[in-house]
């Protein structure tokens, strides 16, 4: 459960093209990111409407299968429209393991009444608790995780979106239990005060993170007098104490809220299943029928989100972590009528290019940014938000006004004629629909998700094609429009950085003077103000004028031209032959000195992608902690080589990676397999050839450096993890000697150590997908020839083999770290504790997910609902090394790390006591449902390399382990379980071996 906030990462911008030019006008933040096309329409009643009758009913639905749909689908769609006026979209797929369910309410936030901040928000965290035909509380979240699903919710400004799946026999059941939430919800008494505090801590462990500190600034900064201004999340202070003092019944408040906008004509839903799409008609039917409608007209709010003084602002931020950045946003009308003609695709697809002539192609060649992403995210129905996002580097920094010049000369340039191009334009669909085409099927859960809110926006015929942003229609007067809005005068500009703040303190003589001049950018330090919330320093101010005049000064900036043809698109798509089993294990295709590569020609997916592997293993890549940094910057040097180049493969539905890890490095890439050896040729040759670049080392090595010392503003418990991996992994540096490694290194440095890193080396490889062995054998040849021929790689020494190990925790004692956390402004205390099982073996393996199977519920219920220790609790089956683990994860503004450890200690003695004496019937239930979870089957081509490539990585290779460890389950019996447990978890079996890592809290 949570409120919908923008990521701050690059890649979970939604509608943002900076790598992809995909846009999704529904804002459904780090749920879903996918592109779109078109092709054809579903089903044998494709293009009619029909009435159907209900079995249970008198009453007649409205049923629509004209639902447009891409080549590669093959689910069957059906729309239809209960009596109610609730509208539900069902999904059938006859190959699928799981069942999903979303529906989404046309309310959000922008309705809370002025007097009670973030009820919406309170509401849909409520609703989870019990109902008048499920009285039990927390039946319906039980249910779920006991047979093999999740469930969750979040509050958008206008949406409020309820999503679950589960084992796809459960969905009956489930569904009957989900649609309470809309027809009976008990809004529970009881549970008010520990939801109110569950909120709070929600609320709390955001409050460090600049992602939400920045977008309550931007409310700040806006038209006060639009609902759009008000605080979401709610906190105590919101929904408690200020209410109370008010006379105000928080819980009566609840249910009203509920009775008022929750009416069945305001409502979309989705549901996915095994089931024929008649039978999914008839759960639908059954299920949502009850639901009461009040025919409300969705809730409209006014243009006004900012007026003429909120623009044309610059607002100096003083972010939490150590960065730079320059974000460009403007409000535009809406896109949500112009669906079919995209306009706001074609404009963050080339002011987010990356190539050749692009706005960040000359931006950073000077030097001054490392990112930029642009595009629609965040609107509301009666206005969209356009923006730009720069990172920008030291230098950067000090030349804000001439990278938004940049930008806005940019801008300019697509207003010449002839900029808003039809071939482009034809280009971008024709990408647009080979992803569709030829999309990876996805998860249920986020199918449902998705398509639920996208509901509430689109007709159904279009309902892929509007969700997905396939450009229908070329509207160059379209485009012209919302190109118009995007001027320097209309703008709003947020320059974040932690110097902001250092300024202040050197004007009131409380530092001793910063490294780089007080006037940044040549303007005077700013007065700084706390934004009431979170606790924000920012200032604002107009655009400077000599900025403005800079960029509205008609004079062109040298070197910014259109894009070129894309040369990676596709023009085969044919597939390979498969031998033997459609769906088998892939096979050692190369084993020798050199090399040792996987391989299997697998169209399980009827795709002509493939996905490739190649690990380089050097025995100096982590000899120490300065040949670790130099790893890392090799990788991010040639990420940062291949840019320009790449860029374009990337927009023509091929992706790479580069990353180091603790024994060398690793290339990965995914696509259309045409095209794919040409881009892994690019990454080879790039790898072959380097060269340290002293430019691009300063920028580059600059954001290293930021990125390790960010290290220490993550959350809590993400820290404790990162602790707990040095204690456990045998060998591992440390942050803090990266931090001080990388301020001594140079290029020469750097140049220095690379002969010695690449010398000896060997390559370990997966490739899997629409790629013959014969192809294989020749791209692992081409890497080894490469590497001899530039580096004059040999290789590796017997015992100079990748040896990865694990410590072994003493047995029948318990291991602790305890420490501050590395943040002294973070208030949030956390704590990780293992129990380790041990070294990879199928039958212990089964029998710790058969424990975490059956007690991870009650973790939740108890340390979360029932004890509210904080807003992140977690029990997982942990894997580092192929070593298992049983392990929890608490993260809590109201307690200590003390106190938290300790309640884990009372509910695994708890638990321990549980499994002795657990019914047979239970317990051969959890190891239905959890035979269930582990058969199955991957959604898509990147999954099935994902878990074959940990197999690998780990040393295991068991490549059929989840069928393996389903025989083994059916061998175990209650008493094993039991055993077990008290092996593992008993304080007193002599065998536990347990590590907890406390942080504290400020």
Partial sequence: MCMLVPDESRASHIGWCAGHSALIAFCIVSILLIDVGCCTQTGPTAGRNVMAPLNSTEQAVLVSEDIIKPRCDKLGYRSITLPNKLR????????????????????GS???PVELPGLAHFCEHMLFYSSAKYP?????????????GHTN??????????????NWDALPEALDRFAQFFISPLISAGGVEREVNAVDSEHGKNIAVDAWRFHQLNKATANQDHPYARFFTGNAETLMTTPTKNGIDVRAAVADWHAKYYSANLMTAAVYGKHTLDELQQLAVGCFSPVATQDLKAPEFPANVYGDKHLGILTRVVPVKESHTLDIQWDIPPTEPHYRKAPTNYLSHLLGHEGSGSAFALLKARGLVTSLSAGEGGGLSSRGFFGVRVELTEEGNQRVGEVAEVIFKYLDL?????????????????????????????????VTTSLAGAMAHYPDRDLLLAMYHVPQEFDPACIKEYLDHLTPHRARLTWATRAHDQQQQQQNGTTTPITKPAALDNLPPCDLTSEPIYGTKYNVTPIPEPWMKHWTNGVAVPGLHLPSANPFVPDDLSMKAV??????????????SAARVWQRTDLRFESPKATIVLDFQSPAAYASPESAVCCRLLVKLLADYLNEVAYPAELAGLSYSISNHLAGFQVSCQGYSQKLPVLLDLILDDLANFRVKADRFAVVAEAVAREYANVAYQQPYQWAMYRAELLLNYKRWMIDQYQKVITQLTPESLTAQMPRLMQRMFVEGLMIGNVSPEEASDIVDSAIN??????????????????????????????ALVEAGPNPNNENSAVWVTYQVGPDDLRRNALAGLLVQLAKRDAFNQLRTQQQLGYIVHMYGSSDQGVQGISFLIQSDKFSAAHLALRVEVFVRDTIKRIASLPESEFSAGVSELSKAKLEKPKRLSELASRWWAEIAAGTRVFDRQSAEVEVLKTLTPADLATFTHEVMGVSSGTRRKLMVLIKGK
């Fill in 136 to 148: 039990v509380e927390d039946e319906y979240s039980k249910f779920i995780s006991d047979h093999g």
């Fill in 579 to 592: 031998m033997g089993d459609k769906e088998g294990l892939p096979d050692l295709l190369v084993q020798g």
């Fill in 153 to 166: 919710a979040f509050t958008a400004a206008e949406d409020t979106n309820y999503q679950f799946d589960v």
């Fill in 786 to 815: 490469k590497l001899k021929a530039g580096w004059g790689s040999s290789t590796i020494w017997p015992g100079e083999e990748k040896d990865l190990r694990i410590v072994k925790l003493p047995a029948g004692v318990t291991s």
């Fill in 110 to 112: 922008m309705c809370d």
């Fill in 88 to 107: 539900v979209l069902l999904i059938s797929d006859p190959d699928t393991d799981k069942a999903a369910a979303a529906l989404n309410v046309r309310v």
């Fill in 414 to 446: 697509l207003r010449q004629p002839g900029a808003i191009s039809e071939q482009i334009y034809t280009e971008l669909t024709g990408l647009q629909e080979l992803r569709f085409n030829w999309r990876d099927k996805l998860p249920p859960y986020s």
